[in-house]
């Protein structure tokens, strides 16, 4: 998968330094995947990712973290939205 834009995932290290081992580790299991539907998908996050709309929302660093994406299957690539601590993320309007 090809993630659009990991210029977010820098900006929220830069605010959130201690996500960044957390971070690092998400973008490169995204990146080493190819999935073809949810299924897959939820195969290579069971527990931490979730469904809500067309979104898909990764808790990341033991659920510290949250990432909001769009995953387009077909073109292989993963959108980020935003990406916030759990605090943040309790506020947000999905």
């Known amino acids: 998968m090809r993630i659009v ?5 820098r900006e929220f290290i830069a605010r959130e330094p201690r996500s960044a081992e957390s971070m690092w580790n998400w973008l490169d299991a995204v990146e080493s995947a190819s999935w073809r539907n949810p299924g897959d ?15 898909t929302i990764f808790n990341v660093g033991g659920n510290n ?12 690539i993963v959108y980020i939205k935003r990406i916030g601590t759990h605090k943040e993320y309790d506020k947000w309007d999905l």
Request: hydrophobic share 30%; glycine share 4%.
């Open 41 to 55: 998908l939820k195969r290579t996050f069971s527990a931490t990712a979730s469904f809500v709309g067309d979104k």
């Open 65 to 76: 973290y949250r990432v909001e994406t769009y995953v387009h299957y077909r073109q292989q």
């Open 5 to 9: 834009s990991e210029k977010r995932i």
